[in-house]
């Protein structure tokens, strides 16, 4: 089986940073996509940031010049450096990794536990 192991969620003021890392372990052959999407209270989950394996990225708009995806393939690990922070970035952020495959060649989605991210005015 698969997990993903988050952590760097808390508590900052609006206009600080956060950085959070999310560990994929298991019998994983290779990860596809990696990512990050978010759920405020009341709201659906959207995606904030994805990377390929290659390297290719996806942001939402809203976080544009503010956050920074990347990861590490031999760790399998996938970070987000979150700049300029907002109270509307106020969130559970969940990481995905999605396409993986592992010990029996097929591929799966999973998701992590969630983090919670809460900035203030």
């Known amino acids: 089986q698969v997990q993903l192991a988050e952590s760097g969620g808390g508590l900052v003021q609006s206009g600080g940073s956060l950085r959070l890392s999310c560990a994929a372990s298991?019998?994983?052959?290779?990860?596809?996509?990696m990512g990050w999407y978010r759920q405020a209270p009341g709201k659906q989950r959207e995606l904030v940031a994805k990377?390929?394996?290659?390297?290719?990225?996806d942001y939402a708009d809203s976080v544009k010049g503010r956050f920074t995806i990347s990861r590490d393939n031999a760790k399998n690990t996938v970070y987000l450096q979150m700049n300029s922070l907002k109270p509307e970035d106020t969130a559970v952020y969940y990481c995905?990794?999605?396409?993986?495959?592992?010990?029996?060649?097929?591929?799966?989605?999973?998701w992590g536990q969630g983090t919670q991210v809460t900035v203030s005015s």
């Open positions: 995905n990794a999605d396409h993986v495959v592992i010990h029996d060649g097929r591929s799966y989605q999973y």
């Open positions: 298991g019998s994983i052959l290779s990860i596809y996509f």
């Open positions: 990377m390929t394996i290659a390297g290719n990225t």
